[in-house]
């Protein structure tokens, strides 16, 4: 059973920085698929960006360019780094793991067997 915890949420004004982290205290990540969803109030939660076992990348198209998302496995963490926030980036953000393979697309969410409970990160001055 993998546990998933994300931290590092909070209020910023546009423009701003924040490092939202996803950690899997005594599960190794090393196999699994990482993926970062955000879901703001009325909306569908979406994808932002999952990083696969071999390290592979991918970006929702409204995160391109301004959000980072990089793996460390001897830490069993993964981490989001976010520039130049905007207001539209306000959601909760959750991190979500699934055992890789190459028949997965890791945009779904149905992708993902485990979830964490979220951090709230609102963008607003």
């Known amino acids: 059973q993998v546990q998933l915890a994300e931290s590092g949420g909070g209020l910023v004004p546009p423009g701003g920085s924040l490092t939202l982290s996803c950690a899997a205290p005594?599960?190794?990540?090393?196999?699994?698929?990482i993926g970062w969803f955000r879901q703001a109030p009325g909306k569908e939660r979406e994808f932002v960006a999952a990083?696969?076992?071999?390290?592979?990348?991918t970006y929702a198209d409204s995160v391109k360019g301004r959000f980072t998302i990089s793996r460390d496995n001897a830490k069993n963490t993964v981490y989001l780094q976010m520039n130049s926030l905007k207001p539209e980036d306000t959601a909760v953000y959750y991190c979500?793991?699934?055992?890789?393979?190459?028949?997965?697309?890791?945009?779904?969410?149905?992708?993902?067997?485990?979830w964490g409970q979220g951090t709230q990160v609102t963008v607003s001055s």
């Open positions: 005594g599960f190794t990540l090393d196999y699994y698929a």
């Open positions: 990083i696969r076992a071999s390290g592979s990348i």
């Open positions: 979500a793991a699934s055992y890789d393979s190459v028949w997965y697309t890791v945009t779904l969410r149905s992708t993902y067997g485990y």
